[in-house]
């Protein structure tokens, strides 16, 4: 009778362990399809924006020799006219 007993707990323990790794499963495989769509949600939200569009800024500065046609544009790059080169005497 001791065997059969055993054999009753191995089988009912198997059982219990079939049903928690089916649902175990089941947690990963919903889990896993929850973070693809959040990462094509997300993806699709950020592509609702349009940064391609690019702001040029002029500002004319007079020199005080009476040509004011330098140029400094939004990012930087500096245009002193036509055949007018700046030197640095530093």
């Known amino acids: 009778m ?3 007993v055993s054999f ?3 089988e009912s323990q198997g059982a219990r362990l ?11 495989v919903v889990l896993i ?3 693809i769509v959040s990462n ?4 699709y939200y ?3 924006f349009t ?3 690019e702001t040029k800024v002029e500002q ?5 020799e009476g040509d004011g046609d330098t140029i400094i544009s939004g990012v930087g790059d500096i245009s002193y006219g036509e055949n007018k080169t700046k030197s640095n005497d530093n």
């Open 18 to 28: 079939e049903r928690s790794n089916k649902r175990l499963f089941i947690t990963i």
């Open 51 to 53: 940064d391609t569009h």
């Open 40 to 43: 094509a949600l997300w993806i």
């Open 33 to 35: 399809i929850a973070l």
């Open 60 to 64: 004319e500065i007079e020199t005080g």
């Open 8 to 10: 009753v707990a191995f």
């Open 2 to 4: 001791d065997s059969m």
């Open 46 to 48: 950020e592509s609702t």
